[in-house]
């Protein structure tokens, strides 16, 4: 399985990456029902922070930014949130080659997304180190650079004014 495919399908909702029991389903192989009923069979194995139901204004929210095409797509039930947790816990669950298969994949998939979102964090902080540093160093230059674009708003917003005074004929 492409970890491309499987990083597509996980979103980020209540600031956490979480995958939706259909876009599960659709990689398990099986209809979104028996994977829903599997997890109800189950349920105490799934505590908050593993699965949980959207919210309306989540999926609200989702359908605006196409994520979910429709609400017609899920067929009137709230779709089920899966975190990394949740889904490492689907693989007791559902005990399938192709659901272990894919949990593999799945997983390996949130390593992948949390490493980069670590790096990210890294690059940042780095970025921000040096651009304090170079503010030190360089306080003389920032200074001339934001005087000059000020002059050049002021001079802008000048420029569009409305002329007043006395105007001749010609």
Same mark, same amino acid.
């Given at each position: 399985?492409?970890?491309?495919?499987?990083?597509?399908?996980?979103?980020?909702?209540?600031? %956490?990456?979480?995958?939706?029991?259909?876009?599960?389903?659709?990689?398990?192989?099986?209809? %979104?029902?028996?994977?829903?009923?599997?997890?109800?069979?189950?349920?105490?194995?799934?505590?908050?922070?593993?699965?949980?139901?959207?919210?309306?204004?989540?999926?609200?929210?989702?359908?605006?930014?196409?994520?979910?095409?429709?609400?017609?797509?899920?067929?009137?039930?709230?779709?089920?949130?899966? %975190?990394?947790?949740?889904?490492?816990?689907?693989?007791?669950?559902?005990?399938?080659?192709?659901?272990?298969?894919?949990?593999?994949?799945?997983?390996?998939?949130?390593?992948?997304?949390?490493?980069?979102?670590?790096?990210?964090?890294?690059?940042?902080?780095?970025?921000?180190?040096?651009? %304090?540093?170079?503010?030190?160093?360089?306080?003389?230059?920032?200074?001339?650079?934001?005087?000059?674009?000020?002059?050049?708003?002021?001079?802008?917003?000048?420029?569009?004014?409305?002329?007043?005074?006395?105007?001749?004929?010609?």
């Amino acid at each position: 399985m492409k970890i491309d495919i499987i990083k597509s399908k996980i979103i980020s909702v209540r600031n %956490t990456n979480i995958i939706l029991d259909f876009e599960i389903a659709q990689l398990y192989e099986v209809e %979104t029902r028996v994977l829903k009923q599997a997890v109800r069979r189950n349920i105490g194995r799934f505590p908050d922070d593993f699965m949980y139901k959207l919210t309306d204004a989540e999926i609200e929210s989702l359908v605006s930014q196409n994520v979910i095409p429709s609400k017609s797509k899920l067929g009137g039930a709230k779709p089920f949130a899966f %975190t990394e947790q949740g889904v490492a816990m689907l693989s007791s669950v559902l005990n399938s080659s192709k659901a272990i298969e894919i949990n593999i994949a799945i997983m390996r998939t949130f390593v992948l997304i949390r490493k980069h979102t670590s790096d990210l964090i890294y690059l940042k902080e780095k970025l921000d180190n040096i651009e %304090t540093e170079m503010k030190d160093k360089f306080e003389d230059v920032y200074e001339a650079l934001n005087h000059l674009l000020q002059e050049n708003e002021d001079k802008f917003l000048q420029d569009k004014r409305e002329k007043i005074g006395f105007k001749s004929e010609k």
